[in-house]
């Protein structure tokens, strides 16, 4: 189910809010857990009981987990066990094609005719709730968390539906207490939904508006174009996979903070990064912090000499690639941050510190744009072609014949004049101006609340019309 | 622990979610109570009418969910007033105009008051789609179909209808006018293919386009397809094409007594229906010019039984056959998919401007039997089609008409990829 859908909006919400608020406080939990499995069991019904017999496996192993229940080897091996129960799920399901298909190319290479395979069908959201398996697993494993309370509660902390499908990814530490226990304040609630209108019109608005022109480039074959018209997509997409994902953030965390739940945040202006290591504190935030404390941690992180960290994290950032998608385009993608980080980690900070920051960020930024021509191209080969007409090494094209079209539509200018100079907030100075989250709602000032739920009104039923007025269109993460 | 909010605060935040809820609520309960009452959307026909069936197996793959989806998008409370209000922004804030919610075309607004339709603007725009050998296929197919059905007795002639855009670029905004290209259109392309194989054919756009200067309602300001005068002049510049075959006796072709403006018939606003705004320049009605037939003489009155097959240009088209006195019978197989009828003597040009003498016969399907049913009799058959129909292969009407009179030695080989069965939207 996607948020920015009529199903949603106009039937799933308010049902799952009147059975949340309706049930006594002891049962929220019951309720929450009720609504989120519906919410997967939508697109996705024969997952749900993938989804619930792993995570009674886990809740059940997890409790030989802690410290003492087992001896040290029995726990490693047992963690090891599970972990990678989960993590095969997760290799079958989205990685199994990937593999079948090179395979036969193999055999193809060799005049072997490919076996049958029947392609294997993705669950939607398993790449985000397996992180969050293994989060909790390795969470108790360490003495991080306490075992959760029973698998009803452990199966709300991975199926809570306004995380499950594309994040945050939640670290087990970060949400046990509030599982066991939160309050929901009126405050609290309309800032989350302010939260949650503030990411429907990131998505509706800026999102869907930057993807006409990024579609439209990236579906045109390289010599059918000009070097501009290819370098005005990419910006496009740059543009839209920002808002499309921080907008399902922010949608996330305001659905969050409506069932009393505070997550923390995914996403911090990361356009205004000034080098790539600040990029990946800055972007998918959820994603970073789990690949340092559950891969690049245990792999040795920065304890074991420099040639060995610059390999950690190129290793972590390949990893990151392949968990976006099953293409080579996304380890290559994977591959070109994890260079560009070992070469940033090489140069050391005092060097990156001369170079202006603005520089530095207009920099990043370009680079962090190239990257996205291989997240967006789907092929190896067309993601080549792109990069050729990029740096003008392809004869130009006779030109997008409806570009102008694009060009002419003067809701993509007011999308670029509003989402290009907030994307960039604060290095413009201008995030003072921006509305901050309040770290208690219910002391806002009442004038503040009132004219955040009217701009969330005015917001959610612009969103309906837009809704209404067009097709399906789901966020970019779900794919991943 | 921040201290709890005051009790005043409270209830103003509770009262404000309680205004929330009722707004989350509030198009479910118009759903339900169909109260107050929703706007009506032009252009629009609803895909799921009622709430789709669940099944085990069709939750289980999904369907289920899909179609609700769409079920919701559909029939969400207050989605016509929500639909308009989407399209009143659109075109106020951003000049854009889209003809219908489950169309991704936009329409193009001209200088006021023109409105044109994407796909056809879309095809006078882009090098041609169809390739050429593909062109001269359908063509070749063409030809087999005149010959065979010269055979029977029956002149068989091709009506390629115009391409507004192409006809009338003058008021096309400026991104769009310095672009359009008749050569970019497959249309010219094939013209050129039913050149070369002989096919009978009329090309309107060329004819269209000889006399827009002194004919400003061809293709009506709102309309997508040929205006009454537009169809009246097709037809005319038709019948000696008829009369060239020599099947028939000759065919008098009918004098254009007057020309009336009148209130604009549905197919002349057809546009203008699909923006569904509240307030616009362009919704103000324009008249349509609607010819008014001079006498045919006595014994050419009812010569033809006419079989018109194609697309939405036909419903113009048979329009124009019915003004002029010369069919005794006109049937009209919309896509191949529904048959239409005229009645012919049932007006008077001079008195009765509009259409409202066409009526349906239902489904019929493209079977032997059908086409038995619909060529029986026919002394002509004319194939009306528009430039993004091309590729449809007639829809199987030359093939149908192979297998009733055809040897099946002196058919044309099946050319590979190309004779797949093409699945056609009603709505197009």
């Keep these: 189910m996607v948020f920015s859908s009529a199903t949603f909006l106009f039937y799933f919400l308010p049902a799952a809010l009147a059975l949340y608020f309706l049930s006594p406080p002891r049962g929220r939990n019951v309720a929450a857990l009720t609504a989120s499995l519906i919410f997967f069991a939508w697109g996705a019904p024969r997952f749900v009981f993938v989804l619930i017999a792993t995570c009674f496996v886990d809740y059940h192993a997890s409790r030989w987990l802690p410290r003492g229940r087992l001896p040290d080897p029995k726990r490693k091996l047992l963690l090891g066990l599970v972990v990678a129960l989960d993590l095969g799920l997760l290799l079958y399901f989205k990685y199994a094609n990937f593999f079948v298909a090179e395979i036969h190319g193999l055999l193809g290479w060799f005049g072997r005719p490919p076996f049958a395979w029947t392609a294997v069908v993705l669950p939607i959201g398993i790449s985000f709730f397996t992180f969050q398996k293994i989060s909790y697993l390795v969470d108790v494993y360490r003495g991080t968390a306490q075992v959760a309370g029973s698998a009803g509660r452990h199966l709300l902390y991975i199926a809570l539906f306004p995380q499950l499908i594309a994040g945050p990814i939640v670290r087990y530490h970060d949400v046990a207490q509030q599982i066991d226990r939160r309050s929901t304040t009126t405050g609290l609630f309309l800032d989350g939904f302010w939260r949650f209108a503030v990411g429907l019109a990131k998505k509706v608005f800026l999102a869907n508006t930057f993807a006409r022109l990024a579609d439209m480039v990236f579906d045109t074959p390289p010599s059918l174009m000009t070097t501009t018209q290819a370098w005005a997509g990419v910006l496009a997409y740059t543009f839209q996979l920002y808002y499309d994902f921080a907008g399902y953030s922010d949608m996330a965390i305001g659905l969050g903070r409506m069932l009393g739940f505070r997550f923390l945040e995914n996403f911090n202006f990361p356009y205004a990064s000034a080098g790539i290591g600040e990029f990946w504190r800055r972007w998918h935030i959820s994603l970073g912090r789990f690949m340092m404390e559950y891969l690049y941690v245990p792999l040795g992180g920065n304890r074991k000499g420099h040639r060995r960290t610059l390999f950690n994290l190129w290793l972590v950032f390949l990893a990151s690639g392949f968990w976006h998608g099953a293409a080579w385009t996304f380890i290559l993608w994977g591959i070109w941050h994890g260079t560009l980080i070992s070469i940033e980690k090489s140069l050391g900070p005092e060097r990156m510190k001369r170079i202006p920051r603005p520089v530095a960020i207009a920099g990043t930024f370009l680079l962090v744009a190239l990257g996205w021509v291989l997240f967006r191209s789907g092929t190896i080969h067309r993601a080549g072609g792109f990069y050729l007409l990029l740096f003008n090494l392809l004869p130009d094209g006779a030109g997008l014949l409806t570009f102008p079209e694009v060009m002419a539509d003067r809701s993509l200018w007011l999308a670029a004049a509003v989402g290009i100079p907030c994307a960039f907030a604060p290095a413009l100075g201008l995030d003072r101006f921006l509305p901050r989250d309040p770290a208690d709602p219910d002391a806002l000032p009442a004038r503040t609340v009132a004219l955040r739920f009217a701009a969330s009104v005015l917001i959610f039923v612009l969103v309906a019309t837009e809704m209404c007025a067009s097709g399906f269109n789901p966020f970019i993460y779900f794919q991943f | ?428």
């Design chain 2, 1 to 428: 622990m921040p201290p709890p909010p005051s009790i005043p605060r409270r209830c103003f935040q509770g009262f404000l979610i309680a205004l929330l809820s009722a707004l989350l609520l509030f198009p479910c309960f118009q759903h339900a109570a169909k109260w107050p009452a929703d706007k009506r959307l032009g252009g629009f026909n609803p895909r799921t009418r009622e709430f789709p069936a669940i099944t085990l197996r069709t939750w289980l793959d999904g369907s289920f969910a899909a179609t609700v989806d769409v079920w919701a998008r559909e029939h969400v409370g207050h989605r016509g007033w929500l639909v308009a209000l989407n399209r009143q922004i659109r075109y106020s804030c951003f000049g854009q105009v889209e003809p219908s919610p489950r169309r991704k075309r936009a329409l193009v607004i001209g200088t006021p008051p023109v409105l044109y339709e994407n796909i056809l603007l879309a095809d006078a725009l882009r090098p041609p789609q169809v390739p050429p050998e593909k062109m001269d296929y359908f063509a070749a197919r063409l030809r087999r179909t005149q010959d065979l059905l010269k055979e029977q007795g029956i002149p068989f002639v091709v009506v390629l209808a115009p391409n507004k855009a192409i006809v009338y670029p003058e008021a096309l905004p400026a991104w769009a006018r310095d672009r359009v290209s008749e050569t970019n259109s497959d249309y010219r392309a094939f013209v050129g293919a039913l050149d070369r194989h002989g096919v009978s054919f009329l090309d309107s756009l060329a004819l269209f386009r000889e006399l827009r200067p002194t004919h400003p309602d061809l293709v009506p300001p709102h309309a997508i397809h040929w205006g009454h005068e537009g169809a009246w002049i097709a037809w005319q510049h038709t019948i000696p094409l008829i009369n060239r075959q020599g099947i028939l006796p000759e065919l008098p072709v009918p004098e254009t007594e007057s020309v009336a403006m009148g209130k604009p018939s549905s197919m002349n606003q057809e546009l203008l229906g699909q923006l569904n705004l509240y307030a616009a320049p362009h919704l103000r009605t324009i008249p349509s010019a609607y010819p008014v037939a001079a006498p045919i003489p006595a014994e050419a009155a009812g010569r033809l039984r006419v079989l018109v097959v194609g697309d939405s240009f036909g419903f113009t088209f048979i329009d124009a056959l019915a003004r002029s006195r010369l069919c005794g019978e006109i049937h009209f197989w919309f896509y191949m998919r529904t048959a239409k009828t005229a009645s012919p003597p049932a007006f008077d040009s001079r008195e009765l401007h509009g259409l409202p003498h066409v009526a349906g016969l239902g489904f019929m399907k493209k079977s032997i039997e059908n086409g038995q049913r619909m060529l029986g009799g026919k002394n002509l058959v004319v194939l009306v089609l528009t430039t993004f129909n091309i590729d449809k292969f007639s829809w199987g009407f030359d093939r149908l008409v192979e297998q009733l009179y055809g040897n099946p030695d002196e058919a044309a080989p099946v050319l590979a990829g190309y004779d797949e069965e093409v699945e056609v939207n009603l709505g197009d």
